[in-house]
Every structure is written in C-alpha cells, then in structure tokens.
C-alpha cells in the first residue's frame, strides 16, 4: 500500500513511486540515503584529483546491490526495475562511482554470469559479489571503438595456453582489477572472452591510466597492451563463439546507461529547482522569475519521460522483450537528454553552476561521457534507424 509519508523525495511527476513494490522502494531509498549521506559529501575531491574513492566504492558492497541481476554466488540477484533504480540513484550522485559498479556488477560479472561455465561462475562470482576481486571488461581498442565487432586482439591456443597480444583501450577499473575479461578472436576467428587473474602481476600485461579526462575523473580509465600473455585454457568464458554472445551482454548495459542518464540529469534538476528557491536576486527568488520557470518545466518534462522510458524497459527486461533497438533507442534518448537538463541546471547557477562544489557542472561533464559510451549516440541512433528500415546505414 503506497503511504504519502513515505513518498520518493525526488522528482516523480507521474507518481511512479506508487507502482513499485515496497522491496523496490526499500532499495532505492537505501541508495539514495547512501548518495546523500557518503557520495556527495565526499566525492568532490577524489574527482577533483582523479584519484579512485576506494572506501566510498567499498561502501556499496552493504547496499546489498553487487552482482546487479545474477542470482547466487553471493551476488544480489536483483529484478530489472531494481538494478535500474540503483543505476539511477547512483547517477544522481556521482557518475564515476556509478561506472564502477556498472563495470563490476554488470559487464564483468554479467558477461561471466551470462556467458561463463557452471565452474567459471563458481570459481570467480564469489569473490566479485563481495568486491574481494574487482572486475573490468576490456573490449574497445585505440583504432577500433564503435567497430568493435572487429577487434584486433588475438588468442593463440599453445601447449594448453593462451597466449594473448594486442591493446585495449578506455578500459573502466582495469588498473584495480582482480578479474579482467579481454574479448580477442582466436585462430579460427572464433570471438570469446579470455580472463586474465590478478593482471597487475602477470607477464606481458601493461596496464597505464589514462590521464586528463574532463568527466567521470574519479573512476580510473585505462590503456592496456598485451605482450604474450598466458592465461590457462579454461580461463576462456565457455559461451561466447561470435560477437552476438557479448551483444547480450551489450544490450543490458545499454539498459543500465539509459536509467543511469535519467539519474543524471534528475539529480542535475533536484539541485537547480533547490537553488532557484533558496537564491534570492532583486528581493525575490529565483524560482519566481518567468524564465527560471521555463527552464525547471523543461528540466522536469525531460526527466520525466526519460523516467517513462525507463520503467517501460524495465517492464520490457522482465518478460525477456528487451531488443537491441529498444535499449539503443533509450539510451540515444536519453543520453542526449541528460545533456540537455544538465546544461540549463547549470545556466540555472549562474557563475555557481562551474563550481564543483556545487555538484552540477560534475553531473554536466558525467552526460558527456554517457553521450560517448556503451556505443556512440549516432551509432546508437543508426541501430534503430537499421530496426525501423531494414536497412545498415552504419557500414
């Protein structure tokens, strides 16, 4: 029974508070207290210094969301429209944190929980579930980005090894990593992933941070090149054989972009409404003038039907619906939403909005980094011109 005394305290125009379940709603506010009583407090110097919060990272190991949607092995085995809301509520807060969890729980431990053995699950779901190994999830290269069905990294099956060489590039939690998924091609142009254990202290691995981002600055980056690398032969994930076995993968991290988008930019909206009611000019506050109205509307309208979409999908997730298009529509939409709200959440500041401390120019520069990944806009947008016309456009 939905209790108004216990309404979401974020913005929920269409009272879609009121279709969660009370275990829905649990976990979201425990996210959503973690955000305002640890994230935002905190995360401004890390990001400020690109430097990794590892204790704020660690904190959301009692949140009880590691591991997203995979049930067992310790993970939290959540629905669609659960690890959704967390994706949102993180976002609200801080992209870099959000990243890392989506990295970790969800295309680490994804790829390994959809794609590995009954033995490889149980051999590293564990220890990731409990944030003992960190996972990443290496698949975009320095000359092949929205190409990456072409990756050029190969494995070589030698004396009951595989011998790994290439490079990687932009690759999230990669330099803290306990539990790193390479995607290479073997000899017979056979597509999987490789797992390489503990990658700081092997042979032939070089991992190097990358430096000078303008957003998500707290979660750390990386370049990686493989010289030679051996691995055993059953650190091969046991599924993938063609590029289609990481696209399902894929899809739910687009899913997991487009609420995170949504989070972005309602966190953005929560902060500017805030501020037009608190900052007074002319012996009045802002929120009474005619243009900050316009620009609150249009932030909330925005948010809102990026909120639709998104328990849409959710519901979508569920019945086992959720088609590549669909979750590239979401995020194209969403995605250059939250560029959109957050930039007039800033104008909304005045000279304030460039301040960090302030929060909203960090969310302004997490939609930017959201525009770019989990695929390109405009190759998002192509995927869903291909559904609605049957043609390519892409090649």
């Not at 935002?40 to 919060?53: Q, T």
């Not at 959704?84 to 870099?96: C, M, P, Q, T, W």
């Not at 770019?372 to 043609?391: F, P």
Request: hydrophobic share 45%; proline share 3%.
């Amino acid at each position: 029974m939905f209790d108004e005394k216990t309404a979401y305290s974020g913005l929920d125009f269409f009272k879609l508070d009121n279709f969660l379940t009370d275990k829905q709603r649990d976990l979201r506010n425990r996210v959503q207290e973690y955000v305002q009583t640890t994230v935002l407090p905190n995360i401004n110097p890390y990001w400020e210094n690109a430097e990794f919060p590892r204790d704020i990272a660690m904190g959301l190991r009692d949140l009880g969301i590691i591991g997203g949607m995979i049930r067992g092995y310790g993970s939290a085995g959540l629905d669609p429209m659960e690890m959704g809301l967390v994706k949102y509520e993180l976002a609200k807060g801080d992209g870099s944190i959000n990243t890392f969890f989506g990295v970790h729980s969800g295309l680490a431990m994804g790829s390994i929980g959809l794609l590995g053995s009954d033995e490889q699950r149980e051999r590293w779901l564990p220890a990731m579930s409990h944030l003992e190994k960190i996972g990443a999830f290496a698949l975009t290269e320095p000359t092949q980005g929205s190409d990456a069905v072409n990756v050029q990294t190969t494995a070589r099956l030698e004396n009951g090894q595989w011998v790994l060489n290439g490079a990687k590039r932009w690759i999230g939690n990669a330099s803290i990593a306990g539990i790193l998924i390479i995607w290479a091609r073997d000899e017979d142009g056979k597509f999987g992933g490789f797992v390489i254990e503990d990658p700081q202290n092997v042979e032939g691995v070089e991992i190097e941070v990358i430096e000078g981002k303008i957003g998500k600055r707290a979660v750390l980056n990386a370049d990686i090149r493989l010289n030679n690398v051996r691995i055993p032969e059953e650190n091969r994930l046991a599924k993938p054989r063609s590029f289609k076995d990481v696209g399902k993968v894929l899809v739910l991290g687009r899913y997991g972009v487009a609420w995170e988008a949504a989070g972005c930019a309602a966190g953005a909206f929560e902060m500017a409404l805030k501020y037009a009611k608190e900052r007074e000019q002319f012996g009045k506050p802002l929120a009474a003038r005619q243009l900050i109205q316009q620009k609150l509307v249009e932030m909330a309208t925005e948010v809102t039907a990026m909120q639709l979409i998104c328990f849409q999908m959710a519901q979508l997730v569920a019945a086992n619906q959720l088609t590549d298009a669909i979750a590239s529509m979401a995020k194209y939409n969403n995605a250059r939403k939250a560029r959109y709200v957050t930039q007039l959440a800033r104008e909304t500041l005045g000279g304030n909005g460039i301040l960090i401390e302030n929060h909203i120019a960090r969310l302004m520069t997490d939609a930017e980094i959201i525009y770019t990944y989990e695929g390109t806009n405009e190759i998002n947008m192509l995927l869903v011109g291909r559904e609605l016309t049957g043609i390519n456009a892409i090649v």
